[in-house]
């Protein structure tokens, strides 16, 4: 499995709140606005071309779901920034697509950030995006890296006219959260299977490919550490919050998402001890192995030391050796020979050495 992992870089010679283009946005893309309101009798979505028609859902009565895929319009996201009045500081960490989980009680509003998982079949590997949500009295918005994510079932819900409509939003925002912790779920069985599937060849034929694909599994499940266990105090952070923008009675919910992120903790801390014990087989079976081809090796010396003893002696350049004349001298040491070796194959055949 390949991973999706970047390496933190610390950005020198910037100042606070300044804004730049995140390490994994790719130039020439440009954002994509969609914008999902609704109520209890009300359901409309569609997709915004200017920054002008996102602001009458600012102060509307109705729910408003406000998502960005694509970070590469620096200027889109600032503006919007400025429109909702969000601080540049949240601003940047939005841009800066290497931050670890976290959540921020600003008052009027609420900054969540989290890692979203996706484990992509064909190549093994899993994508790790950054997900930022801004939790406002009538609206959250959404910001991604790219396009594509796990949130098609948090549509169609709204879609459907289903519970989520009748709360606010911060019921979107725990139904968003609890769709990324649910496919984490997904991903770590697909993650399970690779690793079962890899141990089963490592026990039965292990090799120097399988070494390597074991530290690479392990560098991945380090990182999905990295990314998912800081994921349980932002949660707890936002259960716990005083903020009137958390509800009671969506408190009880984000327990259950607590409860479902302690679980994939649990999960990825198996796993790793899988892997780290994998390179114990491997070295074991390496060793195994090893001990092996050392005793088919030493069984063949041994068997050799009398026959070379006894060809030592004839070949000796004496004159006068009785066993030299004689007329069936020759086949007489073969015979020895042979006696000898059969008789050390049934000893060591008696003993089990082989």
């Known amino acids: 499995m390949s991973k999706n992992q970047r390496k933190m870089k610390k950005r020198g010679g910037?100042?606070?709140?300044?804004l730049?283009?995140?390490?994994?946005?790719r130039d020439g893309l440009s954002s994509l606005i969609?914008?999902?309101?609704?109520?209890?009798?009300?359901y409309e979505k569609k997709t915004i071309t200017s920054l002008e028609d996102c602001l009458p859902f600012k102060t509307t009565d109705t729910a408003t779901w406000i998502n960005i895929d694509g970070l590469s319009d620096i200027s889109l996201i600032e503006q919007i920034g400025k429109s909702y009045d969000i601080h540049p500081l949240i601003i940047e960490s939005i841009l800066n697509t290497e931050q670890r989980p976290k959540m921020e009680d600003l008052g009027t509003y609420i900054y969540v950030n989290l890692k979203m998982l996706q484990y992509l079949e064909p190549a093994h590997k899993v994508k790790i995006e950054q997900v930022s949500l801004i939790i406002g009295k009538n609206y959250v918005i959404s910001f991604q890296e790219d396009v594509g994510d796990v949130f098609d079932p948090v549509r169609e819900r709204i879609r459907k006219d289903g519970k989520i409509r009748k709360y606010g939003t911060d019921y979107l925002a725990y139904a968003l959260i609890d769709a990324v912790v649910d496919n984490y779920f997904a991903v770590m069985e697909s993650l399970g299977e690779q690793v079962?599937?890899?141990e089963e060849a490592l026990v039965s034929n292990p090799s120097r490919e399988m070494l390597l694909n074991i530290h690479t599994l392990k560098t991945d499940m380090i990182y999905l550490r990295k990314s998912v266990w800081p994921l349980r105090e932002v949660i707890s952070g936002l259960e716990r919050s005083d903020n009137d923008l958390i509800r009671d009675p969506t408190r009880i919910y984000l327990r259950d998402v607590y409860d479902h992120t302690i679980q994939v903790i649990d999960t990825i801390e198996t796993f790793r001890d899988m892997v780290s014990g994998m390179i114990d087989i491997y070295l074991s079976g390496m060793s195994m192995r090893l001990n092996e081809v050392m005793k088919v090796l030493t069984l063949i010396a041994t068997i050799f030391i009398p026959l070379t003893f006894i060809v030592g002696i004839y070949g000796m350049n004496f004159e006068y050796m009785p066993e030299l004349s004689h007329p069936y001298g020759y086949y007489g040491v073969w015979i020895i020979m042979i006696l000898v070796t059969g008789t050390m194959l049934l000893y060591f055949h008696k003993r089990q050495w082989i």
């Open 34 to 42: 969609t914008v999902i309101d609704y109520d209890s009798n009300k």
């Open 196 to 198: 079962e599937v890899l």
């Open 20 to 25: 730049i283009r995140p390490g994994g946005s």
């Open 14 to 18: 910037f100042s606070q709140g300044a």
